[in-house]
DNA sequence: AATTATTTTTAGACATATCTAAAAATAATT
DNA sequence: AATTATTTTTAGATATGTCTAAAAATAATT
């Protein structure tokens, strides 16, 4: 059965695509059926019968019990989805007025938009934006992704000034909770002292002195540090 | 079977509704079976499923033999995908540079999708347009279509000037072969002569004389008259 | 009014994407 | 190594939306 070879892909398999793509960072063997099944809050079951597909379609290696890898394609897709989640991010920032905690959702919508034209037009009006809202890079036309580095801020030392770069979590709560203190990507954030008890960070962020947790300091990443 | 009494529907639910909607306005009696399916490319045997589905959810009155009528509430939910869909051509022609020949796809897509804020947005960014760029009406939220006194050019008598407003037919030959003229939305048009043989039509637009034939003036709607 | 043609509905099938429950394979413990 | 636990797959079911072919109802002709 060979037929529908054309590069097309449902919302769905593109929502696996992307997840097994994410999924792959995290790891370096195959990503597990159980694993995808988790992230996209479906049954094991349901997974294992979407890989096959996906496995005739050449996006990706599946061998019984041994979890799945994308192939170069595969992770192309993947990729472009990304971008194009990230740019309508980007897009429903600078334009329509959505806070960075309001766009996930309709991004997800988004995203599996099939136009030729369109983001490469909504790419052009935001100006080639490179990150999205929450720091993310956004990869090129081809998939490629330019990845800075980035250090949790519970890795500095007292005293190292930093920038924002992205932030680790981004759920609406984690994202809620910087709009409330004011935190935000680009801020210049120097840490005053760590309190060895609880690894509680004070920390200085647009002139105004501040406590974070080690869970909050755990998910800024920031620019490597040098000593001031 | 009560199950999903949320106000939901699918893109193909959606799809009906609006086909529906546009053919009610051109009979007085139910929309036929065969006419939706003609309409969406479709079987008429879809159709009575299709039709079964959203009569049990009230936006449509659904007697055997006798057509489809949809009901208050399927009028306002067909009318704001209309305007979900109207609003996206608009976005794309005047952000994105899109011709007009090109949007309609796109748009069939971008219709689709849910969320409160995001089209109140696209309107405001637009500055609250009330038509898109074929001249079609924009509903409000509530769905209602506030409606411009049209007439097609062909009902024209010679020496009367005019404002095209909207093309009857927007299909992608129609809208390029007015592109190729320099045909446009808004452009003032003056019948020179009418030709008795067949109907064709000298006018003047842009200042320049042009000879279209009986179909193209048939497919041009402009405001009433008044002979100057 | 009876026949013919057209439209519409029903019956049954198929593809996609999902689920539950049970079986099989792999991994972790004793 | 044998047992137990976990993960993964299979088998079978369900929901949506579509199709074809045949039956039923309506409309048009003779
Ligand atoms: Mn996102
Ligand atoms: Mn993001
Ligand atoms: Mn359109
Ligand atoms: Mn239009």
Request: charged share 30%.
């Amino acid at each position: 059965m060979l037929y529908n070879q054309c590069d097309m892909f449902t919302s769905s398999e593109e929502n696996y695509l992307k997840a097994i793509y994410h999924l792959s960072s995290l790891t370096e063997k195959g990503v597990s059926t159980n694993a995808i099944a988790k992230k996209l809050d479906t049954k094991a079951s349901s997974v294992t019968d979407m890989v096959k597909k996906l496995a005739d379609k050449n996006v990706l290696i599946y061998q019984k019990y041994q979890g799945v890898n994308l192939t170069i394609e595969g992770k192309k897709i993947a990729a472009v989805i990304i971008r194009k989640h990230r740019l309508w991010e980007v897009f429903l920032v600078e334009k329509l007025n959505f806070n960075w905690d309001e766009v996930h959702d309709v991004a997800e919508q988004l995203e599996h938009i099939k136009s030729p034209k369109l983001i490469d037009e909504i790419d052009a009006l935001l100006g080639f934006p490179t990150v999205d809202p929450h720091g993310d890079p956004i990869p090129n036309k081809e998939g490629d992704i330019t990845i800075r580095k980035k250090v949790k801020l519970s890795a500095l030392k007292e005293n190292e000034e930093t920038v924002l770069l992205a932030v680790k979590d981004s759920s609406d709560n984690f994202l809620r909770y910087l709009n409330k203190k004011k935190i935000a990507i680009g801020n210049t954030i120097k840490v005053i002292n760590i309190e060895p008890f609880d690894n509680s960070v004070l920390v200085q962020i647009n002139d105004i002195e501040l406590l974070i947790t080690n869970e909050v300091a755990e998910n800024l990443l920031v620019k490597e540090s040098h000593t001031i």
